[in-house]
Nanobody, 126 residues
Framework: QVQLVESGGGLVQAGGSLRLSCIAT????????MGWFRQAPGKEREFVAG????????LYLDSVKGRFTISRDNARNTLYLQMNSLKPEDTAVYYC???????????????????WGQGTQVTVSS
């Protein structure tokens, strides 16, 4: 059974940091485009960051550039999101996702990803 399992969420004060992890089980995603999305209450799920299979290319939501860093460890089949200088508006459920095999472009559309984790809550207090 293929699963993406996120962890690392929690409650943090504004200006603080969190590191999210997403472990893939059941198969390897080392060649797949992967990404992080988030969904705040009452809002649509939005793209946060994406990374190519070997990690050479990345793409970020403008509002997180310079604060968030996406990375991956293919040997551990794990995706990361380092989040620094967190703001209350970063509060959301964060999801990791993977694009289908043999697709090599990072997409910002949630409809382009067909593997999803269950999400981890990030809450930033002011």
């Amino acid at each position: 059974q293929v699963q993406l399992v996120e962890s690392g969420g929690g409650l943090v004060q504004a200006g603080g940091s969190l590191r999210l992890s997403c472990i893939a089980t059941g198969r390897t995603f080392s060649s797949n485009i992967m990404g992080w999305f988030r969904q705040a209450p009452g809002k649509e799920r939005e793209f946060v960051a994406g990374i190519s299979g070997i990690g050479g290319n990345t793409l970020y939501l403008d509002s997180v550039k310079g604060r968030f860093t996406i990375s991956r460890d293919n040997a551990r089949n794990t995706l990361y999101l380092q989040m620094n200088s967190l703001k209350p508006e970063d509060t959301a459920v964060y999801y990791c996702a993977a694009r289908p095999d043999k697709i090599y472009t990072i997409s910002t559309s949630r409809f382009s990803y067909n593997y999803w984790g269950q999400g981890t809550q990030v809450t930033v207090s002011s």
